[in-house]
Nanobody, 125 residues
Framework: QIQLVESGGGSVQTGDSLTLTCTGT????????MAWFRQTPGKEREFVASSSWSNGNTYYGDFVKGRFSITRNSAKNVAWLQMNNLEPNDTAIYYC??????????????????WGQGTQVTVSG
């Protein structure tokens, strides 16, 4: 059974940075795509970033515009989302996701089988 746990969320001011961490247990994630999604009340889960295990590529949602970076250490089952220059519109619950069968860092949330519980990010000012 795979379990994912996010950490690192919090309340920050506009322009600040945060690093979210996703720690996995139960499998070695070297052959899993890892992704971050976010969600606000009443809206569908939104793709933030993903890391493909097969080719090492990373992908980002259009709104990221170079502000975020996804990295991973598959041997340690850890993935990070570095978020810079945060804006109030980035306020959301951020979720880590993983799957071994998605196609090349898919941005479609329903294709991921494993999810963390989420971590709240609040940006004000």
């Amino acid at each position: 059974q795979i379990q994912l746990v996010e950490s690192g969320g919090g309340s920050v001011q506009t322009g600040d940075s945060l690093t979210l961490t996703c720690t996995g247990t139960g499998r070695i994630f070297s052959r899993y795509d890892m992704a971050w999604f976010r969600q606000t009340p009443g809206k569908e889960r939104e793709f933030v970033a993903s890391s493909s295990w097969s080719n090492g590529n990373t992908y980002y949602g259009d709104f990221v515009k170079g502000r975020f970076s996804i990295t991973r250490n598959s041997a340690k089952n850890v993935a990070w989302l570095q978020m810079n220059n945060l804006e109030p519109n980035d306020t959301a619950i951020y979720y880590c996701a993983a799957d071994s069968a998605v196609e090349d860092g898919s941005p479609i949330w329903s294709e991921y089988s494993y999810w963390g519980q989420g971590t709240q990010v609040t940006v004000s000012g």
